[in-house]
């Protein structure tokens, strides 16, 4: 870490039984220290569950060798809004593993703790550099909305090394929609001639709408006498199509359209879990078989 030192002088003079004072300018520079050192990661955005992979990257420019260099990382640790609790939204999965010099050195075990995670290395040569490859999975305390972030801090501490070093990174959640399909069919058993209703359940896990959503299917036998619902509103039949029993909802230029919400995050006030109700759009077709 640069520290910047200033200095000024002063001095003191008489002229008959007067005494006079005089202030130099104030001087600096950049005092270095023998550490250098920057942290990032293999990706700039994160999603629920995504394993995501850091690097710390460690230059010793001194003319003495470091010992005992402890690398803390906060793993995003951060207390939650409106509330005291801590908790952090990475957990470390490994595996780490330690480059020196470019060429590989093994792996390193940190010290894993309720708030942070702990590496060491031995001892750092001078003119060496370190670089440490660590694997960590975002988990259910990451907030997930759009806008959110993961900001990491890490800190260096070494024997040889005058005061700590620190340095933070921070990711961001990535704007996504993430849909399934669930489909139904009633009633069962059904009988010729009579009605058939098929249900769809279009989920969006993700914290962004997924517009311009075309739903088709293949329908065997293909019923007659369609009806058809987004939500429980009745679509106009220019709006879907319809042949050979293959359905695509909605037509090619119709007025209507499909769409299905981001989904909602909430944060447990106490725990700090952060749980996701899906947003939801029902299409409902109905016809004779």
Do not use: W
Request: proline share 6%; with cysteine.
């Amino acid at each position: 870490m640069a520290t910047q030192i200033t200095n000024q002088a002063t001095l003191t003079y008489q002229y008959g039984s007067t005494t006079g004072t005089a202030s130099s300018n104030i001087a600096t520079v950049i005092l270095r220290g023998p550490l250098s050192m920057v942290k990032t990661s293999l990706d700039a955005t994160y999603r629920a569950g995504q394993d995501i992979t850091y690097i710390v990257t460690m230059t010793n420019s001194g003319t003495c060798a470091l010992t005992d260099v402890t690398v803390t990382d906060t793993l995003g640790t951060y207390t939650i809004a409106g509330g005291g609790t801590s908790v952090m939204p990475l957990t470390f999965i490994g595996p780490a593993l330690l480059y020196v010099n470019g060429a590989p050195a093994g792996s390193v075990t940190p010290v894993v703790g309720n708030r942070n995670i702990q590496f060491t290395i031995p001892s750092l040569a001078p003119g060496a550099n370190a670089m440490i490859l660590y694997k960590t999975s975002v988990n259910e305390y990451a907030p997930l909305f759009q806008g959110a972030s993961i900001t990491n801090t890490i800190s260096i501490t070494a024997c040889g090394l005058a005061e700590p070093l620190q340095d933070s990174h921070t990711i961001i959640a990535e704007g996504y929609a993430d849909v399934s399909i669930l489909k139904h069919m009633s009633p069962d058993p059904v009988t010729g001639g009579g009605v058939l209703t098929y249900t769809f359940s279009l989920q969006n896990y993700g914290n962004m709408e997924a517009a311009n959503v075309v739903l088709r299917d293949a329908f065997r036998p293909a019923p007659s006498n369609l009806t058809v619902s987004i939500n429980g509103a009745t679509i106009p039949s220019g709006d879907y199509s319809y042949s050979n029993g293959v359905l695509t909802l909605p037509a090619q230029g119709a007025a209507t359209s499909l769409a299905i919400p981001s989904a909602v995050f909430t944060q447990d006030p106490v725990t700090g879990v952060v749980s996701v109700s899906p947003g939801t759009a029902t299409v409902t077709v109905s016809g004779t078989v």
